[in-house]
């Protein structure tokens, strides 16, 4: 790391809310900068085309920066974007979509939907906690890491979390330090239901009976307005199992406007923001348009979020998902909706789908799209005249993934980007949550086109190497051109002050001869120099 200061000029943020500057040629990405900003910076990773770095001082301000809420921001690797205003936030995270999927996937949406926003504090209902037993300081730290770092942020409150679950934190610090197993206790889950909070501990060794009624007094003590109930986790998150009390409600969250509960176990899969959740599935299924009869697919479906939503229009759906246990809680959720004459679900790898797996599957309306961040190319590629639904909408946690599979279902598969717009789903942080909706306007290209559109794109991409190359060449002639020069400056100074030296030397010898022959013509001693 340097530990000498510079300055920048911020001109944007980049996905991870840094802001970016170049200097010297090179690509800055510095930590709590934001645009329009001057900074001093320090570097504390250098590559030979970019560095990162942190922000020391803030000589001009944006107008886009507030005062952070949390004491630890700066420090907590948790959040990212405290230091700018809320709605200057949502911006941003707009512009990060827009940017994608112009430079990413060379689309641009006929219509940008507004923002979803929320609120901004008290919002995450899923968080994993780190625990750990500092010997040296007599006592445990609960919380997020630091960032670029392994070590446990010392926080004492968290803005993020709501504030019940903030206020347990120094609570849950002195009940794990009293654990017989205080140093194997490496995390704690929380999950936040409509009627119950969930604590899962990892615990590596086993409890005794001391440590259960510590665990039983912290629940009575801290679940007396709203129920509070202990799990463990021994193992993989399979094994975790409720401790106290055994007679908890169930954990779950609900979908009003369509009068849907969702059970779910603490350890699996669902968005951590239920209120923006809420949204976000209102505005799919608008755009999606389900109509009685229809028959959509709903892909990466987990539990069934989406799924069950659909189904109370009239649609049939099928739901299609990777993991076994959340296919087996999707078909119980089903049957608890009552609406298992509705769904159908299927285990299924969507990363290995092809033309044919996917037209096996039947001839779908419409479809719903839920993926991973490393997004769901292979199902888009997967598509076909014959196979492929009039209407596609697709919910995204990756702009740049999202960008390069409307850039797929726009320039190969006849989609027309109709619209698209993020949701706020983690404010405070640089995560960008998208929705996009596409329409089937035109055909799927051929296999003739397609080869012509790579062999364009291999011509396009081996052009700009060349004029990469090329401009490096040039670059580097031009370098040693002025290498050359300088070489031949220092080479002619250093010519001629070796000609000084002899001349002065030679100056010296023949003075002295010139004094020795006056000093013998005239028969006097030689001076001494």
């Known amino acids: 790391m340097s530990d000498t200061p510079a300055l920048a000029q911020i001109e944007s943020l980049d996905y991870e809310g840094r802001g970016v500057a170049h200097v010297n040629g090179k690509t800055l990405f510095i930590d709590g900068a934001l645009p329009y900003e001057t900074v001093e910076y320090r570097s504390y990773r250098s590559k030979s085309s970019y560095e990162n770095a942190e922000t020391v001082r803030v000589l001009k301000e944006s107008f886009m920066r507030t005062t952070p809420r949390c004491p630890s921001f700066g420090v907590c690797g948790g959040c990212s974007m405290q230091h700018m205003e809320f709605t200057a936030q949502v911006a941003i995270k707009q512009r990060v979509l827009e940017d994608n999927l112009a430079r990413i996937g060379k689309v641009t949406p006929e219509r940008v939907l507004t923002p979803i926003a929320g609120q901004s504090w008290g919002y995450r209902h899923r968080a994993r906690l780190s625990a750990r037993w500092v010997e040296k300081k007599g006592e445990v730290l609960i919380g997020f890491h630091e960032k670029r770092s392994r070590f446990i942020v010392d926080m004492a409150e968290c803005h993020v979390l709501p504030p019940h679950i903030s206020a347990l934190l120094l609570p849950l610090r002195a009940l794990v330090a009293k654990l017989s197993i205080r140093d ?32 039983t007094a912290f629940a009575d003590a801290h679940g007396s307005v709203r129920p509070l109930q202990i799990w463990l986790q021994p193992k993989g998150p399979e094994t975790c199992y409720p401790l106290y009390p055994k007679d908890a409600p169930r954990l779950s969250y609900r979908l009003d406007d369509f009068g849907v509960e969702m059970p779910y176990y603490p350890t699996e899969f669902t968005q951590v923001n239920p209120g923006i959740n809420n949204v976000m599935v209102s505005r799919a299924l608008r755009l999606l348009d389900a109509q009685p009869g229809e028959r959509i697919a709903d892909m990466f479906c987990g539990i069934g979020n989406f799924t069950l939503p659909i189904a109370r229009s009239g649609a049939t759906v099928h739901g299609m998902e990777g993991s076994e246990a959340l296919v087996k809680r999707a078909v119980e959720n089903a049957t608890h909706n009552g609406l298992e004459k509705q769904v159908s679900y299927e285990m299924a790898n969507l990363f290995d789908v092809t033309e044919e797996s996917f037209a096996a599957l039947g001839h779908f309306d419409k479809m719903l799209i839920d993926p991973p961040r490393d997004g769901a190319v292979q199902l888009c590629q997967a598509l076909t005249d014959e196979s492929a639904p009039k209407r596609i909408v697709y919910v995204s946690c990756s702009p740049s993934t999202l960008a ?9 598969k006849g989609y027309t980007l109709k619209a698209a717009g993020i949701i706020n789903m983690f404010p405070h942080t640089a995560h960008v949550e998208s929705v996009a909706w596409f329409e089937k306007t035109g055909p ?3 296999r003739e086109e397609l080869a012509e559109m790579a062999a364009a794109e291999a011509a396009e991409r081996e052009a700009a190497r060349a004029a990469s190359m090329a401009a490096r060449a040039e670059r580097e002639a031009i370098e040693a051109e002025l290498n050359a020069a300088e070489n031949a400056r220092l080479a002619a100074e250093r010519a001629e002050r070796l000609a000084a030296k002899e001349a002065r030397r030679a100056y010296y010898f023949a003075e002295k001869a010139r004094r020795e022959a006056e000093a013998a013509a005239s028969g006097e001693a030689p001076a001494q120099d």
């Open 184 to 215: 194997r206790m490496p995390q704690i889950e929380y999950a936040g239901g409509v009627d119950v909070d969930v604590l899962v501990f990892r615990n590596m060794d086993a409890i005794n009976a001391a440590d259960e009624a510590l665990f």
């Open 404 to 412: 390069r599979d409307a850039g797929v279902l726009v320039n190969t």
């Open 444 to 446: 799927c290209k051929t």
